[in-house]
Antibody, heavy 122, light 107 residues
Framework: QVQLVQSGAEVKKPGASVKVSCKASGYTFTSYGISWVRQAPGQGLEWMGWISAYNGNTNYAQKLQGRVTMTTDTSTSTAYMELRSLRSDDTAVYYC???????????????WGQGTLVTVSS | DIQMTQSPSSLSASVGDRVTITCRASQSISNYLNWYQQKPGKAPKLLIYAASSLQSGVPSRFSGSGSGTDFTLTISSLQPEDFATYYCQQSYSTPHTFGQGTKLEIK
């Protein structure tokens, strides 16, 4: 069965970086993409960006440009999301989601990771 | 960025009721509209994609309609497990913005 298993909760200080992993199983990793969505405590959902595990193409939210990097390791079927220069308003649950490998227009979003809580606090 | 506005923000209803949630886009998004259900402490779950296509495994009491800027999610007969928060999301252009959510509560 398809599963996306994310790394555990993190506590970081302002200005630090965090790297969240998302290990996929139950499907051919390189036939899909991965999107990342975050949710601040008690708030709505925010799209962060997309990476194709097929060809490595990325598309990041403009507001995160320069601070976020999404990568994949096809040898381990794992996607990564690194966020730098953390601020208190980056405190959120971060989700990886299975997505289309070729385009951001036609989405899949059929399988989600369990979420990773990242807390940014001094 | 395309703004997605859901209404109402919250809704009280009873088991068996028919419920409709609306989502309006700030510009035309064709049918690139998805609906999700989220329960506390859980990841969102895809219900409807491409405005009106039912995701595999989702009960048929859920349906979606609309095109352009105005969309609706309808639950034909509420079940106890349907009480949750619902979000719409456009994928017409990045960033893929979500509505603010509609919290469906038991009356």
């Amino acid at each position: 069965q398809v599963q996306l298993v994310q790394s555990g909760a993190e506590v970081k200080k302002p200005g630090a970086s965090v790297k969240v992993s998302c290990k996929a199983s139950g499907y051919t990793f390189t036939s899909y993409g991965i999107s990342w969505v975050r949710q601040a405590p008690g708030q709505g959902l925010e799209w962060m960006g997309w990476i194709s595990a097929y060809n490595g193409n990325t598309n990041y939210a403009q507001k995160l440009q320069g601070r976020v990097t999404m990568t994949t390791d096809t040898s381990t079927s794992t996607a990564y999301m690194e966020l730098r220069s953390l601020r208190s308003d980056d405190t959120a649950v971060y989700y990886c989601v299975r997505d289309n490998p070729m385009t951001t227009v036609v989405t899949l979003y059929d399988y989600w990771g369990q979420g990773t809580l990242v807390t940014v606090s001094s | 960025d395309i703004q997605m506005t859901q209404s109402p923000s919250s809704l009280s209803a009873s088991v068996g009721d028919r419920v409709t949630i609306t989502c309006r886009a700030s510009q035309s998004i064709s049918n690139y509209l998805n609906w999700y259900q989220q329960k506390p402490g859980k990841a969102p779950k895809l219900l409807i994609y491409a405005a009106s296509s039912l995701q595999s495994g989702v009960p048929s009491r859920f349906s979606g309609s609309g095109s352009g800027t105005d969309f609706t999610l309808t639950i034909s007969s509420l079940q106890p497990e349907d009480f949750a928060t619902y979000y719409c999301q456009q994928s017409y252009s990045t960033p893929h913005t979500f509505g603010q959510g509609t919290k469906l509560e038991i009356k």
